[in-house]
């Protein structure tokens, strides 16, 4: 059979020291996870991690480690003997494959010699790999400034030669920073925070607020949809959706018109708070940007931060529209945020919301609601919903 190795490199995990077994452990299992159903094999030596799958499953394969957060970067790689010779070897037919494939005549090999005992030191290996390939192909030419392509060799255990990496996410592994619940609801923003979080190494967990009739059965699909695209980069994650229709309803009964958004957006945080309970999440997450919309200004946030006794984060705090636009189109919720089916924070906003709330007062407001037996009642029925 036919195999595929890849070389994936790993940035901030480096500089963990004594816990840097965990959170390679975190990575190792953040791969297999993307991709449950193939076989491949993942194992790490000198500062670097190996995947190993069938030539059929490469595109599956690289697709995975381009969505894992912990990566830096991963390449395709070939493993020799470490002897000079077959390392030749293998970057003259390595150079072969660059020169069909129009990549240019400008080149330089770049040599890391991690296995001290090899004879040779890496500038030694990097001139005897130049003179491999000019004397193979008379039209290449050495550029150390401005090549068109590198033939990176890395010495360890056996000798890796590769060539161009692909990016990765970057962050930390997936469960490597606690577990979070995250408010999601339909629109951009939301998602956006799930997913930044997730950068971080939080697990993620999310709950949807329905309210049917008001809300339609589309605007739940949205969100599922939603939450298996977040699943991609986070695998694991449980969407639970809450009937919310009786707390909108006292809202509306007892609130005041101007208060609506805000003691809904209190009353999910209470909800959150006890749902956190029951599922271990360390957390609340939500899409909040300073400043967006009446609910979230200072006053706004301090007052719905006040129903949970959870540290609330909102990652997305200091950005502005467009720069959270471009997070969503780059991992693929912008269109799906799009589709016109609203939730109830956007049908049921007031003409004239509160922009600068009172404390004391939002808070009187919202134990006269005394909305917890519907809380409670929402939480037993609450629906949990898998993303894989």
């Not at 401005?146 to 890796?160: G, M």
């Not at 200004?297 to 471009?326: A, C, Q, W, Y």
């Not at 407001?365 to 919903?385: F, G, I």
């Amino acid at each position: 059979m036919t195999e595929t190795l890849f070389l994936v490199k790993y940035g901030e995990i480096a500089l963990k020291k004594r816990n840097r077994p965990t959170f390679l452990k975190r990575l190792k299992e953040s791969i297999k996870a993307k991709l449950p159903d193939r076989q491949f094999a993942v194992y790490e030596t000198f500062h670097r991690v190996f995947v190993r799958c069938a030539a059929a499953d490469r595109e599956a394969v690289a697709s995975a480690l381009a969505r894992t957060f912990g990566v830096a970067s991963f390449c395709e790689a070939v493993r020799v003997p470490v002897e000079m010779a077959a390392i030749e070897a293998q970057a003259v037919a390595l150079a072969e494959g660059y020169l069909a494939a129009g990549r240019g005549t400008r080149f330089k090999a770049e040599v890391r010699r991690a296995e001290k005992t090899f004879p040779l030191t890496s500038y030694e290996v990097s001139c005897r790999i130049g003179d491999a390939l000019l004397r193979t192909f008379p039209r290449l030419k050495v550029d150390v400034h401005t090549p068109e392509w590198v033939l990176f060799v890395e010495i360890r255990e056996h000798a890796y030669l590769y060539g161009p990496s692909t990016g990765g996410p970057y962050g930390l592994p997936g469960g490597s920073s606690g577990k979070g619940l995250l408010l999601l609801s339909g629109g951009i923003d939301s998602p956006v925070a799930g997913w930044m979080m997730a950068k971080r190494g939080m697990a993620i967990d999310a709950v949807y607020f329905h309210s049917a009739p008001f809300t339609s059965e589309k605007a739940r699909e949205k969100v599922e949809t939603l939450a298996r695209i977040l699943a991609r980069w986070a695998p694991g994650i449980t969407l639970h959706v809450v009937p919310f229709t009786p707390v909108l309803g006292r809202i509306r009964e007892r609130g005041q018109e101007d208060e609506v958004t805000l003691l809904l957006r209190a009353c999910m945080m209470r909800f959150a708070t006890l749902l956190a309970a029951r599922t271990a999440a360390m957390c609340l997450v939500t899409g909040e940007s300073l400043g967006q919309v009446a609910s979230q200004t200072i006053e706004s946030m301090h007052f719905t931060g006040s129903l949970t006794s959870l540290p609330v984060l909102r990652p997305l705090v200091g950005m502005n529209k467009e720069e959270i636009i471009d997070v969503a189109r780059r991992i693929e919720t912008f269109e799906t945020s799009n589709l016109p089916y609203a939730d109830c924070c956007v049908l049921f906003s007031p003409e004239h919301p509160l922009i600068h709330p009172d404390l004391r007062k939002m808070t009187r407001s919202y134990e006269r609601l005394d909305v917890e037996q519907l809380l409670c009642d929402a939480l037993e029925k609450t629906e949990t919903v898998g993303t894989g």
